[in-house]
Nanobody, 124 residues
Framework: QVQLLESGGGSVQAGGSLRLSCAVSGRSFSNYVMGWFRQAPGKERTFVATISGSGTSTDYGDSVKGRFTISRDNGKNTVFLQMNSLKPEDSAVYYC?????????????????WGQGTQVTVSS
């Protein structure tokens, strides 16, 4: 069973940047497709980005495309989310998730393992 631990959240002004990290315990990290999701207060959790086990394939939600970049370091069992040009509407709790497989997925029920989340707050 893998465990996921997010870090890097915080408060930033609009237009600023943050880099989230998700450290994953367990073996065979490269066998996992990794994803980032977010949930704003009173709203459903939504897809942000996902990356293949090798790191060569990625997919992004429309609202973050061109501003956020997902990456991974398989040697350090860590996945990252670089967030640039942040907007107040990006404020949410950001969750890291993992699924065994090779196909990128946007649906949260496709991911079996989740972190506890990290808060991102963007002020105008």
């Amino acid at each position: 069973q893998v465990q996921l631990l997010e870090s890097g959240g915080g408060s930033v002004q609009a237009g600023g940047s943050l880099r989230l990290s998700c450290a994953v315990s367990g073996r065979s990290f490269s066998n996992y497709v990794m994803g980032w999701f977010r949930q704003a207060p009173g709203k459903e959790r939504t897809f942000v980005a996902t990356i293949s086990g090798s790191g060569t394939s990625t997919d992004y939600g429309d609202s973050v495309k061109g501003r956020f970049t997902i990456s991974r370091d398989n040697g350090k069992n860590t996945v990252f989310l670089q967030m640039n040009s942040l907007k107040p509407e990006d404020s949410a709790v950001y969750y890291c998730a993992a699924r065994v497989g090779t196909v990128l997925r946007r649906l949260q029920n496709e991911y079996r393992n989740w972190g506890q989340g990290t808060q991102v707050t963007v002020s105008s």
